[in-house]
Every structure is written in structure tokens, then in C-alpha cells.
């Protein structure tokens, strides 16, 4: 992978050689978000847990028939606060925004 890449899974845990993974995002040389692992869930003691560079989230990215009508009140809402310079909810991390005080 290039300097900078990112890799986002939300497919399988297996697809990804994790501990190749690991190794890679405590370079600091790319960054992941992961919906699933391999194995799941992950351990208290997985190594994943303290790679740096790394999301994980709790396999939370399928799909239902309520999720369109869902998604769409929340960017909604998100758009409206960024507009009004109040800034995102729930932003994780990152210095792309900064809301107006």
C-alpha cells in the first residue's frame, strides 16, 4: 500500500492478513477502520487494540430497511450544524473542522 492509503473493511475479518496489518499501522505509514475482525470479536488482549492509526467499530455496518431513513436524518442534521458553524456530532478525531465559537 502507498504512504497515506487508508483501508476500510466491512466485508470479512478473514480477507485481511491482520497481523501484517498490525504491523504496517504502528509504522504510522497507513491508516484502517475495521467493522469486522478476525477473530470476532476480538479479544480484550488482541493486538489490534493498541495498533496505532486505527478504528475499529462493533460490526455496525450492514444494512435494514430502516437504515436509508435513518442515514438521512443524520446527515441532515450534520450538514445543518456544520452550516451554522457548530460543528459535527460525534466527530472522532481530526483537524478538518473547526467550528466558530
Not at 41 to 57: E, G, M, R, V
Not at 61 to 79: C, H, I, N, W, Y
Not at 90 to 96: A, C, D, M, R, Y
Amino acid at each position: 500500500m502507498k504512504d497515506g492509503a487508508s483501508l476500510i473493511n466491512m466485508a470479512r475479518g478473514a480477507i485481511v492478513d491482520t497481523d501484517a496489518l498490525i504491523e504496517e499501522l504502528n509504522t504510522g505509514r497507513i491508516h484502517a477502520a475495521l467493522d469486522v475482525t478476525d477473530p470476532e470479536p476480538l479479544p480484550d488482549s488482541h493486538p489490534l487494540w493498541s495498533a496505532k492509526n486505527l478504528i475499529i467499530t462493533p460490526h455496525i455496518g450492514g444494512d435494514s430497511t430502516a437504515f436509508e431513513p435513518r442515514a438521512k436524518k443524520m446527515v441532515e442534521l450534520q450538514l445543518s450544524r456544520i452550516a451554522q458553524g457548530v460543528g459535527p456530532i460525534n466527530q472522532v478525531h481530526g483537524p478538518g473542522f473547526n467550528a466558530k465559537k
